[in-house]
């Protein structure tokens, strides 16, 4: 094994843990609804830097760089999805228990 495939390798590695660290938070997110600890500045500013990074990995074709973004921007809309939906039932109970008062 040469150089470049060692690199190639670590790089590679590298990207799938990258996409691997976002599963747990995600799959908790999910299953608990817990949103209130998350902030939707963190996750707009992953969705734009992974989306800029895909990009580039597309045009480059670089392998390792399309792996880590494209699957931090599944997880990174998956996580906004849960944040959006579970703040949009938050506040139709708010305004509903105002309403009943």
Do not use: H, R, W
Request: charged share 10%; net charge neutral; with cysteine.
């Amino acid at each position: 094994m040469n150089i470049n495939e060692i690199m190639d390798l670590l790089g590679l590695i590298g990207s799938i843990l990258v996409g691997i660290c976002f599963i747990p938070q995600t799959y908790k997110t999910i299953n608990s609804n817990e949103i209130n600890d998350i902030s939707m500045s963190f996750i707009t500013i992953n969705i734009t830097a992974a989306t800029l990074m895909s990009i580039y990995g597309c045009y480059y074709l670089i392998i390792p760089v399309i792996v880590a973004n494209g699957s931090v921007l599944l997880n990174c809309f998956i996580i906004g999805y849960c944040v959006l939906k579970n703040k949009k039932k938050i506040e139709n109970n708010i305004s509903s228990n105002i309403d009943n008062v």
